[in-house]
């Protein structure tokens, strides 16, 4: 298991606090210092069943620099997104976890930390 993280948000630390309480045997990867590729992020979308707006922090400075609340969220502008993503990793949302059983989540909430855990077979305590 990975867990994508921004050690200053609360989210990220809340959710390797119940990682650590559950046993969880998992990496950190902190992803504003090793960005993930476009492939990288192809990747974890297909894993989590998401499109690259879904996990998108809109809210930010940089989204606005952007202008990214005004893109179109379709298939041929995927690829923008992702490359937007992939060149300012401050618009990921997070934590982003992914699971020994192929799939992701983003672990904003302890339900979907646990389901994360339970997801690679930690789930047995």
């Not at 989204?63 to 618009?91: K, Q, S, V, Y």
């Amino acid at each position: 298991m990975e867990i994508w993280l921004n050690p200053a948000c609360s989210k990220c630390r809340s959710a390797v606090d119940l990682l650590d309480e559950e046993g969880a045997d998992y990496t950190v990867r902190r992803y504003l210092e090793q960005p993930p590729t476009a492939a990288e992020l192809r990747e974890v979308l297909d894993r989590l069943g998401l499109e690259p707006w879904d996990i998108t922090r809109t809210q930010e400075a940089e989204a606005a620099e952007l202008g990214i609340g005004g893109w179109e969220r379709t298939d041929a502008t995927r690829e923008r997104w992702i490359e937007a993503l992939a060149g300012r990793p401050r618009l990921i949302q997070r934590p982003i976890i992914t699971a020994d059983d192929g799939t992701a989540l983003v672990g904003r909430s302890e339900e979907a930390v646990r389901e994360a855990v339970a997801r690679s077979g930690r789930d047995d305590r």
